[in-house]
């Protein structure tokens, strides 16, 4: 098991600034390393999706780390409520994970090692 963590500790509001883009980036040099690696049966790329959705990665970049993984890792691109067919169309499967409850609706916070 291995996990790293990538971001910046602001939102992103409007036009990302340079030093979002810049986490983001270094968030999927991880992601390839990991993916094209063989050391890992699964990996998960965390909210990747909005990071495309809010122009912090491109489409092309996802849909080049799902072509260039190694083929017995299975990887898990998360994040996202518009769809994004582009990326869908290379990807083996996707599903949609809907909320029912959350503690965030009785004004609970995000939780570390839960949330972030």
């Not at 500790?9 to 992601?31: D, F, N, R, T, Y």
């Amino acid at each position: 098991f291995s996990a790293e963590r990538f971001g910046f500790p602001e939102w992103v509001i409007g036009k990302p600034k340079k030093e979002h883009i810049q986490s983001a980036q270094q968030g999927l040099a991880a992601a390839k390393k990991a993916a094209q690696s063989k050391k890992f049966d699964l990996v998960i790329f965390d909210e990747c999706l909005y990071a495309v959705q809010m122009g912090l990665l491109k489409e092309e970049e996802i849909i080049d780390l799902i072509k260039m993984k190694a083929k017995n890792t299975e990887l898990i691109l998360t994040g996202s409520h518009k769809p994004l067919d582009k990326i869908f169309e290379h990807a083996d499967l996707v599903t949609e994970v809907k909320k029912i409850k959350h503690p965030f609706d009785k004004g609970i916070g995000a939780r570390e090692g839960i949330e972030y």
